[in-house]
């Protein structure tokens, strides 16, 4: 408790409720402030773990509110994840394609991984531009843009057409300058420590 509640004359639990209420207030203020309602892009970048597992996990709520979905993978595609097969089984709300030849390590081929990442964007880009998706997961697609696999102006042209109410989640480390400029919210993954370094191969329901 602080110095000046003491001063005043007040119990642990009185000082803990009057800065809740000032806490309420505050957020009440800001809430009442944000009458915006439109989509919203959002870009999960950075070189720490969770980027595409948040993603999936706004896909998860967005299926919650009956929201028709897309996925768009860019870069995964070699092997099979839990969240491809999780959620394929709602194929009445959710289009979902894998359109990656897996990491590029793996492929060693830029013309190969090129044209894969223009077909990914031809589908992503046909979804952009329906009024019915509701919600567009763009996974990967930073290291396509990265890479210039797609071109950045591409991406930003669709993303301002894009309908409305539509909402739009992108991932991958190393998200352009000018994506993170343009999108609504962005957060940076961190790494703080991961089991891979430690010699725990990926595991499924954690990376797979």
């Not at 009057?18 to 439109?38: F, N, P, S």
């Not at 967005?62 to 595609?77: A, D, E, N, P, T």
């Not at 491809?84 to 894998?98: A, G, M, Q, S, T």
Request: charged share 25%; net charge neutral.
């Amino acid at each position: 408790m602080s110095a000046g509640a003491e001063r005043r004359g007040l119990t642990p639990d009185e000082h803990h409720r009057e800065r809740a209420q000032r806490k309420k207030e505050l957020v009440d203020r800001r809430i009442a402030r944000a009458t915006i309602d439109r989509g919203v892009v959002v870009v999960n970048t950075g070189n720490g773990k969770g980027k595409s597992s948040s993603g999936f996990g706004m896909l998860a709520r967005s299926l919650g509110h009956g929201f028709r979905c897309g996925v768009v993978q860019f870069i995964k595609g070699s092997f099979s994840t839990g969240e491809e097969v999780f959620f394929r089984r709602f194929d009445d709300l959710v289009d979902y394609h894998v359109m990656g030849e897996g990491y590029t390590w793996e492929t060693q081929d830029r013309a190969r991984d090129v044209a894969a990442a223009a077909a990914a964007w031809n589908v992503a880009a046909r979804m952009l531009g329906d009024a019915d998706y509701d919600f567009v997961l763009l996974d990967e697609i930073n290291i396509a843009l990265t890479k210039q696999y797609v071109a950045i102006d591409d991406v930003l042209a669709a993303l301002a057409s894009r309908p409305p109410k539509q909402h739009v989640v992108i991932t991958g480390r190393g998200a352009p300058d000018a994506l993170i400029e343009a999108a609504d919210t962005v957060t940076e993954m961190r790494v703080v420590k991961h089991a891979f370094k430690a010699g725990i191969k990926a595991q499924h329901g954690i990376e797979l």
